[in-house]
Each structure stands twice: as C-alpha cells, then as structure tokens.
C-alpha cells in the first residue's frame, strides 16, 4: 500500500505495511450456506451461478420452472440470500 509523507509537500511516497490477521473475525467462511447468510443485499443471476458454480442457463431454467426461491424486479431476476442459504439446506442430500 502506498501514502504520502506526512507533512511534507513534495511528491514522494512510503511503502506502508500492510497488516496481515489470521483471526477466523476477518476470513471467509468456507461453508457455502454461511456465505450466502452474511451476503449483502439481493443477488443477481450471475452472482449465484458463479456461487453455486453452474451455468446461468441452468439457473434460469430453474427460476423459470419455479425451483428456486427468487424475486422479478421488472425484467430482472433477484435471489434473497437468507432464502436461497435455507432453500440450500433443504436441498442437501444427508451421506
């Protein structure tokens, strides 16, 4: 990361350290569902398919013959995260 000197006018730049944490706070959850719990916001189409990695076409098929949990924003489609984690969990095949 770069920044400027302090106090100085001129058109210099420091390398600052960048802080690096292995705290399990700041790193991703690896668990699909949970990722899709702490998701912010609607998700697009292609969002979720790269998520779920499928192809769009797949997932609009799905939308289109009402397999999944989503939303029509006029012509767009959007999945509600905290729907689509639970609709994942009824899915799981129990080994």
Do not use: N
């Not at 949970?34 to 939308?63: K, N, P």
């Amino acid at each position: 990361m770069f920044g400027p000197i302090s106090g100085y006018s001129g058109c210099r730049w420091v390398f600052l350290p960048i802080m690096s944490t292995t705290s399990t706070a700041t790193t991703k959850p690896t668990d699909l569902i949970t990722r899709l719990r702490i998701h912010i916001g609607a998700i697009r189409v292609s969002e979720l398919a790269r998520i779920l990695t499928m192809s769009r076409t797949t997932l609009y098929q799905m939308v289109d013959d009402g397999r999944i949990p989503h939303y029509r924003i006029g012509d767009s489609i959007r999945f509600d995260p905290v729907r689509i984690s639970e609709w994942l969990a009824e899915q799981e095949i129990a080994a």
